[in-house]
């Protein structure tokens, strides 16, 4: 299943409102739409959050980050993070934020360090530690309950080399330099073909007032 159907077989979308947080292109904003919600997308760049609102103007894109989310307390029913918290300086400093916007779910979901994929682009951006602590923080985040954790895998069809380019470095534009860097030997490894991604989702509900 993908990452959308793991989320909606474990939460009832319809009639509520949800911020995507590091919502990128709005992608999983407007799924969250189709499926009765009613979304908000926030990002942490002015560029990001300008190509999202001309990609689709029909919904609500802010400027923001995990640390310090634009939304008043207790507004939102729920919140996504889909491979987000991992890219937080301090994944820890979010859960205070979600605790203060959210009234009842939190949807967290994050790649392992551990594939295929992960070794392939080990070069151009070791995230081993970086994912180890957004686990961590979600383990000791107060003022949640873990209600389930799903482990899933995510198929990623990469069918030519520049392909694998365009995805890297749209997910993180800074990553560039060190792609040119090392793409020779990133060139030797790729093969065409699925590549499985390892997941880890968490379904956390606000205990706290």
Known sequence: MSDFEQLANAVDLQGRIVVDVGCGDGSFVRALARAGAEAIGVEVSEDAVARA????????YLLGGAQELPLPDRSVDGATLMRSL????????????????????????????????FELLRPVDDETEVRAKAQEAISTA???????????????????????????????PERAARFAEVEAGLRERFTPGDYVVPMRADLLRVTSP
Request: glycine share 4%; charged share 35%; proline share 10%.
């Open 86 to 117: 991992h890219h937080v300086p301090d994944p820890s400093s979010a859960f205070p934020e979600l605790a203060r916007v959210v009234r009842d779910f939190v949807w967290i979901a994050e790649p392992l360090p551990e594939g295929e994929f």
């Open 142 to 172: 107060t003022g949640f309950e873990r209600v389930e954790t799903i482990e899933y895998d995510v198929t990623l069809p990469i069918g030519a080399f520049e392909d694998l380019r365009d995805r890297v470095l749209a997910a993180d």
């Open 53 to 60: 609102r001309e990609q689709d103007p029909d919904h609500r």
